[in-house]
């Protein structure tokens, strides 16, 4: 099962990047470059312990739905969303926030299992894990721009 990992410093304020992360239409916007948008459950405002989000985008040209749930919450220093329906077997995306130098550090961990067993593993060594962690980065640039716009 990959793990993916990414640090993000942000001069912004804690509680603005845990806010920015779980909100929805920020999302939207952190994810253009493949037309994400939240078809399903909550679609807009900022998600909290308990809700649902069904996501669609386009992933290596196909359009897909992807249904999270968030499992764990700690204002405002951490949530956990879990992958109920999509097309990986499993993944738990756990999203952290640090104080730090007058800033905050947006500590994202993406685990998941890809389906279709050995071929699955051998898609994660070729591209999909390079993929996922490039779509992580990308996003916690965004979040990043946004937030450092607003303080």
Same mark, same amino acid.
């Given at each position: 099962?990959?793990?993916?990992? /990414?640090? =993000?410093? *942000? =001069?912004?304020?804690?509680? !603005? ?6 909100? !929805? ?7 253009? &470059? ?7 459950? !909550? ?5 909290? &312990?308990?809700? %649902?989000? %069904?996501?669609?985008? %386009? /992933?290596?040209?196909?359009? =897909? ?18 992958? !109920?329906?999509?097309?990986? $077997? ?10 730090? $130098?007058?800033?905050? *550090?947006? *500590?994202?961990?993406? &685990? ?12 994660? &060594? ?22 450092? $716009?607003?303080?």
């Amino acid at each position: 099962m990959p793990i993916i990992k /990414h640090e =993000q410093f *942000i =001069q912004a304020s804690l509680d !603005v990047c845990f806010d920015l992360a779980r909100n !929805v239409e920020i999302h939207t916007l952190t994810t253009s &470059k493949t037309k994400e948008k939240a078809v399903g459950g !909550v679609t807009q405002g900022l998600l909290k &312990k308990g809700d %649902t989000v %069904t996501w669609e985008a %386009t /992933h290596f040209g196909i359009r =897909q739905k992807l249904t999270v749930k968030v499992t764990h919450m700690e204002k405002p220093t951490m949530f956990v969303d879990v992958m !109920v329906k999509g097309a990986f $077997n499993s993944f738990t995306h756990t999203h952290r926030f640090v104080e730090e $130098n007058g800033g905050t *550090i947006m *500590i994202d961990i993406f &685990k998941y299992k890809s389906p279709l067993g050995i071929v699955g593993i051998i898609a994660d &060594k070729l591209f999909l894990e390079k993929y996922m962690t490039n779509f992580i980065i990308s996003r916690a640039k965004e979040l990043k721009r946004i937030a450092e $716009n607003l303080e």
